[in-house]
């Protein structure tokens, strides 16, 4: 099997990976022909089932492999892949490729930067002057110069301060576990019923920013219970008329944020089952006849429970902008569709797809 290729997007691979890494160490990776697939499914958490369009990433990309489509299954650990990404940040030029070495297979990112070549020529020193002259004194030609004269020439400008004009190759190794097709075969998306509510979510930094602050009250008042392995819950809800609200409920406090005329997005007949039938029966149809668009009435809302530094952690994507729109499947699971890159001419549509689980009441 072989696969080689150029990284064009630097910056925002390494957005995306550190955005992976705060939700699990480990990644399973599939290249194939067609796209790049990262996927994190952690013990406990969120999970990410993410699909990258192989120009938003690389620029020449080449794979081969016996299986179909050219596939390449990796297990990859997330923390050193980021890490190796990050010393890439000035890069002029940054390839990667999978190879082996002692036997063991390696993903090896080779890093090309411009070092500065600061030599130049000495300065002169007493020791260069044939003899010491005051200024004013007189030369041997009669001149009365400042007595510098004599010692320094004129050079041009193109050493001053060093040139870059040397290339330094770096190589960044980093260990990975080659899967077999059968051992990935029987891993697939959760499967959901289709959503009550759909709607485009506020900007992730300023969600995010409010969400850990709710985390952080929730903490100092001991809602999170001590020695659990999980923190305190927050309450997210949203409606067919544009509203999303965030609760944190507790035995001493109630507080939440309301967000209004946000975006509901109209589905597609041609992607809903049994098209304008099952439109008009899908359960998003059915909320939109409940509530209104002030947030106030309390009809029409699908809720789940997130647990706070999990749902803190997935708005960290939030670093990639992008169009985010948050499907509800009331107390049940939460789902973030993630699009990154899909107005940019020539370039695929990349789509992170997050998965959370809602907590019972």
């Known amino acids: 099997m072989r696969f080689k290729a150029s990284i064009q997007n630097i910056h925002t691979f390494t957005k995306f990976t550190a955005s992976l890494a705060s939700l699990g160490q480990i990644a399973w990776v599939r290249l194939d022909s067609k796209d790049v697939r990262f996927t994190v499914i952690p013990d406990s958490g969120t999970q990410v089932w993410s699909t990258l369009s ?190 999303l609200r965030l609760s944190l409920k507790t035995d001493s406090l109630r507080i939440s944020s309301l967000w209004t005329n946000l975006e509901n997005p109209e589905l597609d007949p041609a992607k809903v089952a049994d098209g304008e039938a099952g439109l008009a029966n899908h359960p998003s149809t059915h909320m939109k006849q409940l509530g209104d668009a002030t947030g106030q009435s309390e009809l029409g809302w699908s809720t789940v429970r997130i647990e706070g530094k999990d749902w803190g952690r997935v708005l960290s994507v939030g670093r990639l902008g992008g169009r985010v729109i948050a499907c509800f499947v009331n107390e049940h699971a939460l789902i973030l569709y993630v699009f990154l890159g899909g107005d940019d001419a020539g370039v695929g549509e990349t789509v992170l797809t997050y998965y959370i689980t809602s907590y019972s009441a």
């Open 54 to 243: 192989i120009d938003s990433i690389f620029e020449t990309y080449t794979i081969q492999s016996a299986s179909e489509n050219d596939t390449i299954n990796l297990e990859v650990p997330l923390p050193v892949l980021h890490r190796a990404l990050k010393s890439a940040q000035n890069a002029i030029a940054a390839n990667i490729r999978l190879t082996k070495k002692d036997g063991i297979p390696l993903l090896s990112l080779t890093i090309t930067t411009l070092a500065m070549n600061t030599s130049s020529a000495p300065l002169p020193t007493s020791s260069g002057f044939s003899g010491s002259r005051e200024n004013g004194d007189r030369s041997s030609d009669g001149h009365v110069g400042d007595g510098f004269d004599d010692v320094f020439r004129e050079e041009s400008t193109e050493n001053f301060g060093g040139r870059p004009d040397r290339e330094t190759t770096v190589t960044q190794d980093i260990p990975v576990r080659v899967l077999a097709p059968a051992s990935v075969e029987g891993l697939h998306e959760p499967r959901c019923r289709e959503p009550d509510v759909h709607i485009v979510l506020p900007n992730l930094l300023q969600l995010k920013s409010i969400s850990d602050r709710f985390t952080k009250l929730a903490l100092s008042t001991k809602a999170g219970r001590p020695g659990a392995s999980l923190g305190p819950k927050l309450e997210l809800s949203g409606n067919m008329h544009g509203c």
